[in-house]
């Protein structure tokens, strides 16, 4: 049995197991399964293939949704239907094919007693040109999964009138040749978290070094120390009243004309301030200008030297002087390699 008879075997896993492992059938299968083991390891494809090669698989192909263990897990992504007719337009006719095509898929999901929350409807128009639209429904809790008829066509029509109503806009009526309708986002196809149960989005991660210290701030001190020349004292000497300061009790008198001793010492000995004036430019003058060094001319490429007769042979064949003497430079004087380069 070839293998892409077997159901969940498409063109890429068969890609995969015809050019990588030599497998087209499922005999071929069966002997190669150490080499399949190696190659796509503990996947849910691997055990997929095993199971055909024993003849126990199931259809519908492998699958990455969980435990496949697990019977809480709903391994099917997407259930749907698709048909192909003559080309229809209207919004009456195309209606009909989408109340058709809702029916199948309904009764699909009833005999696998499944009810999806997400629809996609798929449009091929006569010229081949395929849109997918996808919807939710509406509702919330258990009530927004749905199977029936009469629910999907809700769901999906107003779908199909934007459709029909963007190629009227556009002055092309839209006729259309197939039509296709898939429910995903399964009920119960995600369990729930157990109480307390956190995933990777609710973690915040922290920084594995430790914070750097911070820097202290010495501690002051009573006694003030001598300024360095430069530094400011905390008074200003030329602000200072002297009937104002003979006035004052001994011990403050005492205190400030100390301050005052240090004011005038750091003024004495301060070095003057740097000027922040930039030097001025010199004016260029007309005549410095004329004598700025002109940029050496570049001497003329030196002529090539032409094979006369090769160039005649060449033109013979109806083609250009020019064209000939470019194709022989380029084929090194070669006239059979500078005709193919002509030819080419």
């Not at 109503?165 to 399964?186: K, N, Q």
Request: proline share 9%.
């Amino acid at each position: 049995m070839i293998s892409t008879q077997v159901g969940g075997i498409g063109r890429v896993l068969e890609m995969k197991l015809s050019d990588a492992l030599n497998v087209r059938t499922c005999g071929d299968l069966i002997d190669n399964l150490p080499e399949c083991y190696c190659v796509l390891g503990k996947s849910a494809a691997m055990g997929f293939l095993h199971e055909v090669a024993l003849g126990c698989g199931e259809c519908g192909g492998p699958t990455d949704d969980g435990d496949e263990d697990d019977e809480r897990v709903i391994r099917r992504k997407g259930l749907g239907n698709e048909r192909t007719f003559r080309p229809v337009r209207g919004v009456a006719a195309l209606t009909e094919k989408l109340v058709r095509i809702a029916g199948l898929v309904s009764e699909r999901l009833v005999k696998h007693d499944m009810r999806a929350a997400k629809w996609t409807l798929k449009l091929k128009t006569t010229d081949f040109r395929i849109t997918t639209r996808e919807t939710r429904t509406k509702e919330t809790g258990k009530s927004r999964h749905i199977r029936s008829v009469k629910s999907i066509v809700a769901v999906l029509k107003p779908l199909l009138l934007e459709a029909i109503g963007e190629a009227e806009a556009a002055g092309t009526p839209l006729e259309i040749r197939l039509m296709g309708v898939r429910s995903s986002d399964f009920e119960g196809q995600y369990v729930p978290l157990a109480r307390g149960q956190t995933t990777l989005k609710d973690v915040k991660f922290k920084s594995a070094s430790p914070p750097r210290p911070r820097p202290t701030a010495a501690p002051t001190t009573a006694a003030s120390a001598p300024a360095s020349p430069g530094e400011s004292t905390g008074i200003d000497g030329a602000d200072v009243d002297p009937a104002t300061l003979a006035e004052l009790p001994p011990a403050v008198r005492a205190d400030i004309e100390r301050q005052l001793a240090l004011w005038r010492k750091s003024r004495r000995s301060a070095p003057p301030a740097p000027s922040r004036r930039p030097p001025p430019k010199k004016p260029r003058t007309l005549d410095a200008f004329l004598a700025a060094r002109a940029p050496a001319p570049v001497p003329p490429p030196l002529p090539t030297q032409v094979d006369e007769p090769a160039v005649e042979q060449i033109t013979s064949m109806g083609f250009s002087r020019r064209s000939s003497i470019a194709a022989l430079q380029q084929a090194s004087g070669d006239v059979q390699l500078a005709l193919e380069r002509l030819l080419s």
